[in-house]
């Protein structure tokens, strides 16, 4: 913690759990004395799911002086056998971590760019699944993602509809031991 601790000053940290909240907050603080490094830490309660309980929090983070940084880490995690969760737990981890995000970035933009420190950040943790699936549904089912970097349209070279289909073709016909690679088609 020492390394993010010589940068800021003030540090806000937000979670749903409050108990958990506090027990971060008096770590943070401690490893700042641990350094000798005068740092102000605020932590606020706060239901990501809850679009205006969040747009609350912004508010008063605003209240606490300039940002500079804002680092996005929040994830609703259930394990669970795959294809057993629910759609009501799939829409609480979309509101968690697509929704609340995109909350947050059209908060945190506009005051980035206005900030007079150094290398104002926006940075957001995620999972490797999208680039790394499941390994043990890889070696029994091709589970892919097609991403197409660009409009479609008949008078692109590499983007019109019949070369995607080409593509989507030969992505379906790989070899198992190509199933892992997503397919990426550039313009």
């Known amino acids: 913690m020492a390394p993010v601790l010589k940068h800021f000053s003030k540090i806000v940290l937000l979670a749903r759990n409050a108990q958990r909240l506090e027990q971060e907050k008096r770590q943070v ?13 605020t932590a606020l309660p706060t239901d990501l799911a809850n ?12 209240k606490l002086g300039e940002v500079s940084t804002v680092f996005f880490n929040a994830a609703w995690i ?19 971590s697509t929704l609340a995000l995109y909350i947050t970035a059209q908060w945190a933009l506009p005051e980035l760019l206005e900030a007079s420190r150094p290398r104002p950040s926006f940075i957001v943790t995620s999972s490797h699944l999208p680039e ?15 991403k197409i970097a660009g409009s479609v349209s008949v008078q692109e070279k590499n983007l019109n509809p019949n070369n995607i289909a080409k593509e989507i073709v030969q992505f379906y016909e790989r070899e198992e031991e190509q199933w892992g690679a997503d397919l990426v088609l550039e313009p």
């Open 78 to 96: 259930k394990p669970s056998d795959v294809l057993t969760t629910t759609v009501e737990e799939i829409e609480e981890d979309f509101r968690v």
């Open 51 to 62: 679009f205006d309980h969040l747009r609350a929090s912004l508010q008063a983070i605003e």
């Open 132 to 146: 790394q699936p499941l390994p043990f549904l890889l070696s029994l089912i091709h589970i892919g993602c097609v």
């Open 29 to 41: 603080e401690e490893a700042a004395q641990e350094i000798g490094r005068e740092v102000g830490v």
